[in-house]
Each structure stands twice: as structure tokens, then as C-alpha cells.
């Protein structure tokens, strides 16, 4: 089947007469809240529009004359033509008016608040930019969730899809499954880029229109950036960064062109996308990617790849010279500068009790991630680990700000700000009150209870902090803002959660104080009318003005010609304010840089010997830059800076120069960070990197391997590892224990494999530092190999002073060895083991040591060992494994390998054994033992079965009725059958069971039978079918659910137990069982917008006195509404005979019906009765 089709399946008449009809009594009704979403007329009408191009159109049409309809340019979605222009004059009737959503915002008290634009004139809002005419760029999302794929909603390319290494295979992948999806599925919608203006100033957008449309290519991901400079519009769209010009100025794009394509190799999770852009002080673009990875080649013939990680790049504005600036991110949404040139992302967690980063772009830094720490949470199946398999980013805990054990080459994060980190931006200078100055401003997108926060970015070292944050707005699903250059803020709000809904708003908030100054007007003005035409004196002169984007773009002008060095050092001098002095530098660099003038390097130069920090830092970096060997001698000097900053800059910029004689001065950097700065060290070992890798050698730097400094040691490990050098294995032997493990970390991580066979020899080291290092140790023993490394691992396992897990690794890989799989076990990337895996020469040796094990092991350690030698042929004795299976004492793993053991053995007692295991207090040995019976004998297993149905124990009962499906005989038939026609008098604990086994025997009498019984369900009661899910669930098969389901995610919002970290978008849950029944919890879990949970949704309250009222829903009761203000944090409640309406925000949580089986509904409601904290 092929991808590329527009057509949809045939569509009978009958079907389309009753979907009109259906359409029809939408679009006649006044919505109501409780039973249509925002603007569903509008969603209505545009899904009826459908049927006008089928070829049951008439139908459709004398349906359509019969209704109210409001105008074409309402639909979402419509054609270009069709929405291009005006703005719609009559919008589509929504539930909510202006004023009930403003109410429900909360912002500083010093400002005003509106909206610019909302649906039907805008949809889907990811990113805003405003272009040099204020007019808002828009890039909306209409592929999200319904074209644009989600790993956690397509489980089944899962194993296909970890190991991806290409978009050309990530194309294959989606034909291959193609079936799955609808036809045309991919390509129904497009991602677009919409233009909103404001001609008079009155703060709303009187036009809207379709500037570029049609990316909906299967490859392309979510519109998530945009830039709007010069003419020309940046636009980040999966797998491409387009430029698109309207050349002839009617508005609407008249090219495209792909800057780059290859990003996005993997589908991998939604929003985890391209994003952008800023323009940095050197004249070039940055953006970012998520972890979706990349495999770029450059026009210039270079290939950036990274098939796991995400990344910060950077280009010239033509798309030339693209570089990775900063490795290993899972998914930094944008970018932004601060006045002082420093660059800061922010990056989301994990959804696995990690915290979101605010992360310092640091040249040629890493911070960690990769894709596969993901899989190993999400679905540890595909790259086929266990749960004891941790993912290093929580078990080393590599996410936080202090961490022992996360390897020193990874840059720690700057802080923790937000939760779901999405749009940035730094506050250029105007608009705002003095209090945001030097403010970054986050848009934190949880999905619900959304905020802008700003924070305050502090040096610390050689790197930086976060000094401070506060929330700046809330009360929307915020994803991007941006700062208009009339002085006011727009912010959108993308309003439908994590599912696409065509809805959308775009908010404007000022200061009225503030806007009203005249600097306000002048940036306009600039903008408005151009930098071009300004003299280089007036250009000089705007280096030193108030706004930093009006500083910057003079800057750039000036930057265009060496005739305008002058401007740039007269800026540079030290009479002057700090940020013009600035621009001065950045100026010189772009000059050196892009026109190779040697009097601005040679004005670098002598910059480099500032009074100021900043201004040498700043100068080293150009130098760097411009690659200026004239500059060797001055970035030499700056490595004893008194600033570890300015250190950390000219070391990088340095090790640019390529010269191996400078080896030297760096490793005196190393030794002098005598506290250990990151940041400073990574300078150090950035400038080593760049020197050896133009030299193409990493022999001057192991002439230091022996230096005594420890830091020297750590820096030159961290550079091997950046080098993939073999010679790093000489560290394995330090004197230092950490250095040793950061060696461990290094080799097996970066699949070193020049050291591999050194890493494997490091037995010794298994049981001295943690498990994780251990595994690393155990892992290079399996790839080398060697059938010599299996009795390393066979020695190990029987070595009773190291830590059990270790020892169950060592036998778990020992029982993959000759088939084993392509996931890493310590990384979860796939990376396939190939060649001789023979056991031949050392089997003898195998099974002497596992019936040693028989003899010796216990406890977790036993149950792996005889899962071992089951594999090999050895076990213990018939008589003592079914001792180990009827033994109460015995762990439950024990219990089940043995009876295991047992099956494979064909033990000749087996039958009656199992009948005795069945009266086992392990609840899962008594499963297991009758799934086995059902096997070996049907009579036995009946008789069982039917004696366990009149047992006390609900879960005795439950798997009885499983059972039964199993064994073939009338007689279990006739029991299903029966317990389903008198189902209703059956224990609520078995429902489940016997719908489900009845479904499971396939028997013709069962189905008729199942077929009366759900059609006695009731149609109106989406509820109905649930009603088997309230009772009779497994509490520690729930938590796993909770805690552990890759699709569910619940603990991406939800915190449950005091002890284990979560998610604060949704209501904490660790009183779920002493507040809520079963029915409430079903009903939250079916039906999320049915009750929003106090103090997690938006409410406005029409009073029938006709004033308004807004805040967050505090407590809901039949007789009276109480709301917490947003202003004050006041609750106030108010009788429902008062209120004339009200309107709620849906719930941002997905229906779990959806996403969970009634299996694991029934678990998780048991779970969620249990918590009680």
C-alpha cells in the first residue's frame, strides 16, 4: 500500500446520509460544554465540507441547504484561496467568549491582556515570529497526532523502529506498516505557516492568510519553528530547515528551499522535533533538534550524524557552514541569547522522575542523552533488556546538577526551571518593567495548569546558574512567545493539550506605561522602514540603544563591509557601556570571520587584553571563530585569565588554531582547575579534541597520560573519549578509582572498540563501585566475544561476595551468547554483536559450574541459574526441583523456574505435583501451575479448575475461568457459558474473566451468548462496557502500569507514591484510594473531561447578575462552584442558582480506554484504591 494517495475509502450512501444528518444536528445547536469541545461547529462543518467532493455529494448538499452555516473561511483548514485575505468577520460560534478566556489568565499586575487573533484565524500554534512589519508568523500544526507518528501509539514497528539509522528508512518503515493506517493517512493534512496582522494598532489582527502550505510529505514532522528575517522566513519542519522567500510581495511564499535535509531519523516520541531559530551575536543561525536524531550531508561534503541524540547546530543565514555546536540533548525547544552573548536551551525530562534543564550551549559540549535511555522505560521488549536493566540517565543520574556518578564528560545542566519546556525567548530591552530585565521567558507546556516563567541566568565559574524564576503568565497551554516590536508580548496557546483539536490563540500582553514610551515607536520604526538605508554613523550610533534586536541588527549592517571597522572599535571602547562594547567585538569577529580583514583581527587581538571579563572572553571566542593565527600568541596568554570563563573560551578557540605545540598550555589549564569547574574543563579538553583531530593524532596528548595531576588525567580521558583512541585503555590502571570508572564509562558508552578487549580484562573491577559499571564490564565481555570471557562470567557468577545483580547478569548473558540480541544492554542503542559465538570449547566448563551453582546458589541468584541451565541441559535432580516448586519459603522466582525446569524435564510426577503447588501461597505459582496442568492434562486441569471456581480467593476464581478457555473439553465450554448467562449474579471481582475467556474460546455458542450480553450494555452510557474493570485487579500489576507503561505514561503528569517521583501537570494521586471510589477513578480514567480534578483546571463563571468570574476549580458540588483567584489566591464560592454558566477547560489527559486494556484498567483502579499515603 502505498503512502501518497489523497483518496479516502469508499463511502455508502447510507453512511454519508447519516453522518450529514449527524452534522446537521451539531451545527444546529447551541454547543454546550459538557458535550461538544471548543469550536466543534467548526470542526463539524469542515469534516461535512468532505462530502461536497465525494461523489455522494448531493446528499450532502441538500443536507447542507437546510443549515445555518457561517462562512467558508471559518473551516479549518480550508484552501489557501479560500482563507487568504480578511479575516473572517463572523467567526465561527465557540463556547467561550473573549472575555471568559482572559478572565481565566493570570499576568502581572502592571499589565494589560488580549487577544490577537483565534480560531477561525488561526489553528494548532507551535512557534510565532514577527517579522520587521509586526506582522506574527504562525506555524501551525495540522499533522500532529493524525499523520505526524508517536512510538507510544504504533507498538508494533517498535523492534524496527529502535533501529533506524536513516529517514530513507524511517520511509520504509512506514510503508511497511502502512496497512495499519487509513489511506492517505499521512498526507490528509499539511503542516502551514500563516501570516496574522494588525493594520490599525487595536491589538487584534484584522487579517489572517496561508503564507506556505502543502509539508505533508510522510517524512515531514511538526511545523515547531519559525523565523521571520530580512525577507525571508526560517522554517523547521522534519526532516528539512526550509528558507522561503516571497519574492513578488503579495504575501504568500513564492519559493522554498531546503537548507538541509536528513534530520528526524526516527519516529521516536511527538515533539521531539526541529525547532528554532535565533540569530546569534556572530551573524549565524542556531536551532535545535530532539533526540530523533540526524544524518546530514553538507553541501561542503561533510556528514553529521548522530542516530540517537539531539543536538544544537548552527548556520550561515544562506544554510552554508552547518556545524553540531552542542551534542547529546533529548529535546531542547529553541534557543535564546542574552544580551552578554550567551546561549541557553531548554531541555525536557524524561517522564521518568528527571527534571527539565536549562541548558548553557557550550561549544562542543555533550549533556548525556541518548535516545535508547528512553527505550529502556518505554519499551525495554524492543531492544530486549529486563527491568533490572536501568536506564544510566536515572541510575547514574546523569539528568541532575550534582551527580557522582555521571560521567565528567557530560556538562551538567545550568538549573531546573520548568517542567515541559517549550518556546524561550530573552527580553530584548523594551516593553517590559525594569523587573524582567535580563529575564529569560519559558513557555513550561504541561499539557495542563501551563505557565510562562521567567528566570534570571547567573555566572557561575566558568559557566552559569540559574539565579532566580517566577511565573510570568498562566492560565493557557502556552507553547511559544514572542516580543513584538511595538513593546507587547504574544504568546500562543495551542489549547488542545496533547492532541490536535483545530483550535488555537494567539494572546497579546503590555505594559501600557511602558509601550507608551517613545523608544517604543522608534524600534518600530527602524523595523518598519529598514536597517539598509541608515548611515554607517547612525548604525554606530544604534550599537548603544536601549533594544538588544535593534543593537544586533545594527550591528549586522554595519558587518557587511570592513569600510565600517572604524564604527566597531570606536564601539569598543572602554568609556563606553558593556553591551555596545560588546556589539563592537561581535562586529570585529564578523569582519575577520566572513571578509578575513586582518585590522579587525588585529583589533581582536588586542581586545583579548581587556579590563573586562566579558570583552576578553568575548574576543577570545572571535578569534576562535575567524580561525586567526595571528591571534595564537593573545589565546595563549588568556589561559591564565583571572576569569575561568574567558579560560574556557580561549582554550576552545585555541585548540581551533590546530597546533600541536599548544598541548602543552592546555593540559596547564587542566592542572590549574584545581575546583574540579566542568565548565572550565571542558574548555580545556575541547581545545585537546580539536588540536588532535588536525592533527589526526592523539599521541601528544597520551604523552601526558601519567601527569600526576588527577584533573589532568580525567581531562585527557574525556578527550580520548571524544577521540574514540584506543590509548584511553591505559587509564583502566590508574591510581585513581573514579578515573578508573570514568575510563569504564568512556570505553563501553562511546564503543571504543580499540579497548574493548582491555575493558573485558577488568574483572577485578566487578563488585568495587556499582552495578551499572559492572554491567559496562560484564557487556565488553559478551561483544568481544572470546569463549575464553565465558569463564570470566561463569567465575563471576559464582563468586558469592559480589552483588546479586551482577552475578544474575553474568548468567543471563552467558544464556544469550550464541543468539545475542542487537540491544545494548547498557546504553539501549542497537548495536548488533556479530561473528563466531561457538560455546564448544568451554561447555564442559558451563556445566560444571552451573551444577556447582545448583548446589550453592540462592535466593534471585538460583532462580537465574536454573533458568541457565535449562538452557544448557543441566539441572538438578527431579526430586529436588519439585521440592524448590511446593517450597513456601522459597522466593516466587525459584518457585517458577523450577516448575519450569520441571515442564522441560517431562518429569513422570509432574501432574500430581503441580496439583500440590496449587495450594502454594505464591498467588503466581498457583497461575502458573494451573497454565501448566491445562497443557499436560484437560481432565486434571478441569477438575482443578472447577474446584478453584468455588474458592473464597478472587484470584483463584480469575484463574479458573482463564484456565478453562484452555482445556479442551464441553465441559469447560458449558461452565464459561453458563457463568456468562448468569453473569450479572457472578462476583463483580470475575466479570473481566469471563468476558474475556468466553472471547478466548472462540466457541460458536460463547459468541452468540457474548453478543446478549453486550447488547444488554447500555448505548448512552459510555461507561458500560468499563463496569467489569471496578473490582478484582492485581495492585502490583497496576503500579507497573502506573509506573511503567511506555504508552500510558502516567507518571509523565501524576506523582502517586511519596517515594517515587512524578509528574505535577495532574493531581497527585497518593490519596487516590482514600478520596475516590472505584467508580470516580474509572470515570477519570474512561472520561477525563467528566470531573477536572480541583486545583487542575481554568474555570470562568457567567453569573446571571451578568458579571464574570474566572480562577481555578477549587471544589465542585451540585449545589455551589468554588473557584481559587488567580490574583489573590483567595477562594470564593458561589450557589449554582446564581450562575448563569459555566466553562471548563478540557482535561488534557488522554482517555485511557484508548491506550490500556480492561485488564490493565482493572489493575490500575486496584492500584490506585490502594493509595492511601
Given amino acids: 500500500m502505498k503512502l501518497y494517495t489523497g483518496c479516502s475509502e469508499p463511502v455508502s450512501p447510507s453512511v454519508c446520509v447519516q453522518s450529514a444528518s449527524a452534522l446537521r444536528f451539531v451545527l444546529d445547536k447551541t454547543p454546550d460544554k459538557k458535550q461538544f469541545p471548543r469550536n466543534f461547529q467548526a470542526i463539524a462543518l469542515n469534516q461535512f465540507m468532505k462530502f461536497l467532493l465525494s461523489r455522494h455529494s448531493m446528499v450532502a448538499v441538500s443536507t447542507l441547504l437546510l443549515l445555518p452555516l457561517s462562512p467558508l473561511s471559518a473551516v479549518p483548514d480550508a484552501s489557501a484561496k479560500k482563507i487568504e485575505g480578511t479575516a473572517s468577520e463572523e467567526p465561527v460560534k465557540v463556547i467561550e467568549s473573549d472575555e471568559a478566556i482572559l478572565a481565566t489568565i493570570s499576568y502581572p499586575d502592571d499589565m494589560k491582556a488580549g487577544i490577537f487573533a483565534r480560531e477561525p484565524d488561526v489553528f494548532n500554534a507551535t512557534a510565532i515570529s514577527m517579522d520587521e512589519q509586526n506582522r506574527l508568523f504562525v506555524a501551525e500544526t495540522h499533522r500532529f497526532d493524525r499523520g505526524i507518528e508517536d512510538n507510544r501509539r504504533n507498538w508494533y514497528w517498535l523492534r524496527d523502529e529502535v533501529g533506524l539509522k536513516t529517514t530513507a528508512d524511517r520511509l520504509a518503515l512506514l510503508e511497511k506498516y502502512a496497512d495499519k493506517k487509513t489511506p492517505g493517512y499521512y498526507t490528509e493534512h499539511a503542516e502551514k505557516i500563516r501570516v496574522l496582522e494588525d493594520k490599525n494598532g487595536d491589538g487584534k489582527a484584522e487579517r489572517s492568510w ?145 527534571k527539565a534543564r536549562v541548558v548553557q550551549m557550550v561549544e562542543g559540549a555533550m549533556s548525556g542523552w541518548n535516545r535508547g535511555n528512553q527505550s529502556f522505560r518505554n519499551w525495554p521488549h524492543a531492544i530486549d533488556v529486563t527491568r533490572r536493566h536501568e536506564t544510566p540517565w536515572m541510575a547514574e543520574s546523569w539528568w541532575k546538577i550534582e551527580a557522582k556518578n555521571r560521567p565528567k564528560a557530560f556538562l551538567p545542566p545550568a538549573g531546573h526551571v520548568s517542567v515541559g519546556p517549550s518556546g524561550l525567548a530573552y527580553n530584548p530591552g523594551i516593553g517590559l518593567s525594569k523587573k524582567w530585565d535580563n529575564n529569560f521567558f519559558v513557555c513550561d507546556y504541561r499539557g495542563g495548569g501551563s505557565e510562562v516563567i521567567g528566570f534570571e541566568m547567573n555566572p557561575m565559574g566558568a559557566g552559569y546558574k540559574v539565579a532566580s524564576n517566577e511565573t510570568f503568565i498562566k492560565g493557557f497551554l502556552n507553547t511559544d512567545i514572542e516580543f513584538g516590536f511595538d513593546g507587547k508580548v504574544y504568546v500562543s496557546d495551542f489549547t488542545g493539550g496533547w492532541k490536535t483539536y483545530d483550535f488555537g490563540t494567539i494572546f497579546v500582553f503590555y505594559n501600557p506605561v511602558e509601550i507608551a514610551k517613545p523608544v517604543v515607536a522608534e524600534v518600530k520604526s527602524l523595523f518598519a522602514n529598514g536597517f539598509d538605508s541608515l548611515s554607517p554613523e547612525k548604525l554606530a550610533q544604534l550599537l548603544q540603544h536601549q533594544d538588544l534586536r535593534v543593537r ?100 576552545t578557540a585555541l585548540g581551533k588554531l590546530g597546533h600541536r605545540e599548544d598541548v602543552p598550555h592546555l593540559i596547564k589549564v587542566l592542572e590549574q582547575n584545581s575546583n574540579g569547574d566542568a565548565y572550565l574543563r571542558h574548555g580545556a579538553v575541547n581545545g585537546l579534541r580539536l588540536i588532535a583531530e588536525a592533527n589526526k593524532t592523539a599521541e601528544d596528548l597520551l604523552k601526558f597520560k601519567n601527569h600526576k595531576s588527577a584533573e589532568v588525567r580525567l581531562g585527557l580521558i574525556i578527550a580520548l573519549r571524544r577521540l574514540a583512541a584506543p590509548g584511553i585503555a591505559h587509564f583502566l590502571k590508574d591510581s585513581d578509582p573514579a578515573l578508573v570508572i570514568e575510563t569504564v564509562q568512556a570505553i563501553n558508552d562511546g564503543y ?176 502458573s501451575s494451573l497454565q501448566a496442568l491445562t497443557k499436560l492434562s484437560s481432565k486434571v486441569a478441569l477438575k482443578e479448575s472447577q474446584r478453584m471456581l468455588e474458592s473464597k480467593s478472587p484470584f483463584d476464581r480469575q484463574i479458573a475461568i482463564r484456565a478453562l478457555a484452555s482445556i479442551k473439553d464441553k465441559k469447560a465450554t458449558a461452565s464459561i457459558l453458563a457463568m456468562l448467562k448468569t453473569i450479572e449474579n457472578q462476583p463483580i471481582e470475575v466479570h473481566l474473566d469471563i468476558i474475556e475467556t468466553a472471547k478466548a474460546a472462540g466457541d460458536p455458542g460463547l459468541t452468540k451468548a457474548l453478543e446478549a450480553y453486550e447488547a444488554k450494555l447500555s448505548k448512552d452510557d459510555p461507561l458500560a462496557a468499563f463496569q467489569v474493570t471496578l473490582a478484582g485487579g492485581d495492585i502490583g500489576k497496576g503500579r507497573a502500569v502506573l509506573y511503567g507503561h511506555g504508552a500510558a505514561q502516567c507518571t509523565r503528569c501524576h506523582k502517586a507514591d511519596p517515594n517515587r517521583k512524578g509528574g505535577v501537570a495532574g493531581p497527585d494521586l497518593k490519596n487516590a484510594g482514600k478520596k475516590h471510589n472505584a467508580a470516580y477513578l474509572l470515570e477519570s480514567l474512561i472520561l477525563p473531561n467528566a470531573r477536572i480534578a480541583s486545583g487542575f483546571g481554568m474555570v470562568s463563571l457567567t453569573m446571571k447578575d451578568g458579571s464574570l468570574l474566572a480562577g481555578m476549580l477549587a471544589k465542585d458540588t451540585p449545589e455551589s462552584i468554588t473557584i481559587t483567584s488567580l490574583a489573590d489566591g483567595k477562594e470564593s464560592t458561589h450557589l449554582r442558582k446564581d450562575i448563569a454558566s459555566v466553562s471548563q477547560a478540557m482535561s488534557t489527559m488522554p482517555p485511557m480506554g484508548h491506550m490500556l486494556t480492561k485488564k490493565e484498567i482493572r489493575d490500575l483502579i486496584a492500584y490506585l484504591q490502594s493509595l492511601k499515603f
Fill in 210 to 354: 496561508i503564507y506556505a502550505d502543502g509539508f505533508n510529505n510522510p517524512l515531514d514532522g511538526t511545523a515547531a519553528g519559525i523565523m521571520a528575517a530580512n525577507g525571508k522566513v526560517y522554517f523547521a519542519c522534519i526532516p528539512n530547515v526550509w528558507m522561503l522567500e516571497d519574492k513578488n510581495g503579495d504575501g504568500v511564499s513564492d519559493t522554498r528551499t531546503s537548507l538541509q535535509e536528513g534530520y528526524g531519523i526516527s519516529v521516536s516520541l511527538s515533539g521531539h522535533d526541529l525547532n528554532g531559530f535565533a540569530f546569534g551575536p556572530d551573524g549565524r543561525i542556531y536551532f535545535t533538534i530532539g533526540d530523533r536524531g540526524y544524518d546530514l550531508k553538507t553541501a561542503d561534503g561533510r556528514h553529521l550524524y548522530d542516530q540517537y541524540g539531539g543536538a544544537i547546530f548552527r548556520m550561515e543565514p544562506d544554510g552554508s557552514n552547518l556545524e553540531v555546536v552542542h551534542y547529546n540533548l533529548r529535546n531542547p525547544k529553541e534557543i535564546a541569547f542574552d544580551q552578554y552573548g550567551v546561549a541557553f536551551s531548554v531541555d525536557n525530562n524524561a517522564d521518568m522522575g528527571d
Fill in 552 to 651: 544586533q541588527r545594527a550591528q549586522f549592517a554595519l558587518a557587511g563591509s570592513p569600510k565600517n571597522r572604524t564604527h566597531f572599535v570606536a564601539a569598543t571602547a572602554s568609556a563606553n557601556p558593556l553591551i555596545t562594547r560588546l556589539h563592537g567585538v561581535w562586529g570585529l569577529g564578523q569582519l575577520s570571520r566572513t571578509h578575513k580583514d586582518k585590522a579587525s583581527t588585529e583589533n581582536l587581538v588586542k581586545l583579548t587584553q581587556d579590563e573586562h571579563w566579558r570583552v576578553r572572553g568575548q574576543a577570545s571566542q572571535a578569534l576562535g571563530f575567524s580561525a586567526a593565527q595571528i591571534g595564537r600568541k593573545a589565546l595563549i596568554e588568556r589561559l591564565t585569565d583571572k576569569h575561568p570563563n574567558t579560560r574556557m573560551l580561549a582554550a
Fill in 752 to 927: 571504543i572498540e580499540g579497548a574493548r578487549a582491555a575493558l573485558a580484562a577488568q574483572t577485578q573491577l566487578v563488585g568495587t563501585s556499582s552495578v551499572p559499571i559492572d554491567y559496562r564490564i560484564i557487556n565488553s565481555i559478551v561483544r568481544l566475544g572470546n569463549p575464553k570471557g565465558i569463564l570470566s562470567l561463569l567465575a563471576m557468577a559464582e563468586n558469592e561476595k559480589l552483588p546479586d545483580d551482577s552475578r544474575i547478569e553474568c548468567l543471563f548473558q552467558l544464556a544469550r551468547w550464541e543468539k545475542p540480541p542487537a540491544g545494548d544492554p547498557t546504553t539501549g542503542k542497537i548495536r548488533p554483536i556479530t561473528g563466531d559465538r561457538s560455546l564448544e570449547t568451554v561447555r564442559p566448563q558451563i556445566t560444571k559450574s552451573l551444577e556447582r551453582l545448583l548446589d550453592q546458589a540462592n535466593g534471585k541468584v538460583l532462580a537465574e541459574v536454573l533458568k541457565t541451565g535449562n538452557k544448557f541441559g543441566v539441572s538438578t535432580s527431579q526430586e529436588t526441583l519439585r521440592a524448590q516448586l511446593l517450597n513456601d519459603d522459597n522466593i516466587r522466582e525459584v518457585r517458577l523456574a523450577a516448575l519450569k525446569n520441571l515442564l522441560n524435564n517431562k518429569d513422570s510426577k509432574l501432574i500430581k505435583t503441580l496439583q500440590k503447588s496449587l495450594r502454594a501461597k505464591e498467588p503466581e505459582v498457583r497461575r
